[in-house]
């Protein structure tokens, strides 16, 4: 697999298991105002994942859905910071402001690449970030000072650097539930 | 607190109700009011206003029933017409 794929997936994944863990909130987050927003920003990290992928599946001559669904738990390349079941909003807040930051830094370098595909993907993913960063700011603003928010951020920035070839169970558990309905259908069923 | 939202939907035109929302504080109202009326290019630009700073007034007194004081109760061109058509003479533009 060329540099390119193999960088396009890592991304793609980690946006795709973010996304699927930040929908989790809806229906139960905080309050409604909150519940609408935060939903709002875990399908933009969905759709980023699929133009990823889309992407990567042109050169991998596979489909964006084969490379979401149809790989091993243990083939997935996203980071372990993203993969976890958070139960508490303040963790699911500081993995979210955490994540975001080291997007937009990973996004600023594809943006300078030298493939027009990616640097223009990169581009376009941007304008939605900048939604996601004035999100994560503000929550980070309000929580700077409450020890469990800071003692979040202590226990998860670890993660941002662990192999992305590590993964915990959760992710096996979270691929149970993600693929269950592409696998409860036989292969090359369309929609 | 909640926050009243106006949107205007492209420069030059006035800002027109387009709902409310609650949020703890400004920092708050401006990202979910982006988040929620802004984000899509539906709005030129947005104001976001705390309901208890809006001055409500919905009760009217008409004791006098002038309404001629209206500033739509008096429509001078109507009146105009009138008198012409009473004169027997056209407007201006039509002789």
């Known amino acids: ?29 905080p309050f409604l105002e909150e519940d609408v927003a935060f939903s709002s920003i875990a399908q933009n990290e969905i759709g980023h994942a699929r133009a990823l992928y889309e992407l990567a599946a042109r050169e991998l001559g596979a489909t964006a859905d084969e490379l979401a669904f149809d790989r091993a738990p243990g083939e997935y390349r996203c980071s372990p910071l993203v993969e976890l079941r958070l139960l508490d909003w303040e963790k699911t807040i500081a993995r979210h402001y955490l994540y975001e930051e080291a997007d937009a830094a990973r996004l600023e370098r594809l943006k300078q690449s030298n493939d027009p595909e990616v640097a223009g993907l990169a581009a376009k993913i941007d304008r939605e970030e900048t939604y996601h960063r004035l999100h994560a700011q503000m929550w980070f603003d309000r929580l700077k000072d409450e020890p469990r928010f800071t003692a979040a951020l202590d226990e998860l920035r670890p993660l941002l650097d662990a192999d992305r070839g590590e993964h915990g169970p959760e992710l096996a558990e979270l691929w149970d539930e993600m693929t269950i309905v592409r696998r409860s259908q036989p292969a090359g069923t369309t929609w | 607190m909640i926050y009243e939202i106006f949107r205007q939907e492209r420069k030059g035109q006035p800002f027109q109700h387009a709902g409310s929302l609650d949020a703890p504080d400004r920092a708050f109202a401006e990202t979910y009011a982006k988040e929620f009326y802004g984000r899509r290019g539906e709005s030129e630009a947005l104001w976001v206003v705390p309901r208890e700073s809006i001055l409500e007034i919905d009760h009217f007194v008409d004791e006098l029933n002038r309404n001629y004081h209206r500033v739509d109760g008096y429509s001078l061109k109507e009146k105009l017409k009138e008198a012409r058509e009473r004169a027997g003479s056209a407007a201006p533009r039509d002789r």
């Open chain 1, 1 to 29: 697999m060329s540099e390119r794929a193999r960088q396009l997936l890592e991304i793609a994944d980690d946006e795709l298991i973010l996304g699927w863990r930040d929908s989790e909130w809806t229906g139960i987050a």
